[in-house]
């Protein structure tokens, strides 16, 4: 931690608990886009269909809390919707 300025302190402080919390968040989608995966993997469509749902919502959510660019969100989700139609054509 600084010790030159209360501000070099405080802002120290603020980015730790960013951090954190972004981590959290980010680990929480990343689950969530495993599992996903993994039905993928399985050619398990019925399962997939509620995970995708599920993904698209938590990618939502990193948008809105700021941990993650609205951009590479979207291509995720494009991404995971593009191979979740590959399989249902299958």
């Known amino acids: 931690m ?3 300025h209360k501000s070099a302190i ?3 402080r603020q980015s730790e608990k960013r951090h954190a919390r ?5 680990h929480r989608t990343k689950t969530v886009m495993k599992k996903f995966k993994t039905a993928l993997q399985q050619h ?3 399962a997939a269909q509620p995970l995708l749902r599920e993904a698209t ?3 939502h959510k990193a948008v809105t809390k700021g941990a993650l660019h ?4 979207s291509r995720r989700i ?3 919707s593009t191979q979740f139609n590959a399989l ?3």
Do not use: F, G, W, Y
């Not at 972004?22 to 980010?26: C, D, G, P, V």
């Not at 609205?70 to 969100?73: F, G, M, P, V």
């Open 10 to 12: 405080k802002r120290a």
């Open 2 to 4: 600084p010790v030159v």
């Open 70 to 73: 609205r951009n590479t969100a």
């Open 88 to 90: 249902k054509a299958r």
């Open 78 to 80: 494009s991404q995971l």
């Open 57 to 59: 919502s938590a990618l």
């Open 44 to 46: 398990d469509a019925e």
């Open 22 to 26: 972004n981590h959290a968040i980010l």
